[in-house]
């Protein structure tokens, strides 16, 4: 996946903090996923959140010269609430609607296997 641009992403993951993560719970359930849709190498899926949580979003989430979100580390998009499963990589805004976050992994994506 490297066309993703990884500077629009912040360097390193920025977790949230637990009063942040309190204020961002009630828009879980209202999150929307659609269907898994693909081309010959990736599958795609977008993410709508709810227009009002982007208010709850801290503000180094976002990109000061799109006026949107930044790419989000998995560790930032899981803390807002969004739940998929392995191998999703945020790689795009859909600056239009900023509040919709596009999605992909490789197609037949496995997850690295555990080690004991």
Do not use: C
């Amino acid at each position: 996946m490297a066309d993703i641009d990884f500077t629009r992403r912040n360097k390193k993951p920025r977790l949230l903090s637990e009063s942040e993560r309190e204020r961002l719970e009630e828009f879980a359930d209202l999150i929307v996923y659609s269907s898994r849709y693909s081309d010959s190498d990736n599958e795609y899926r977008h993410v709508q959140l709810p227009k009002t949580m982007l208010k709850a979003i801290p503000k180094d989430y976002f990109d000061p010269s799109r006026g949107t979100l930044k790419l989000l580390w998995e560790d930032e998009w899981r803390g807002l609430g969004i739940t998929q499963s392995l191998g999703w990589e945020h790689y795009e805004v859909h600056e239009p609607e900023p509040h919709i976050l596009l999605f992909k992994r490789a197609i037949n994506y496995q997850p690295p296997a555990a080690t004991q």
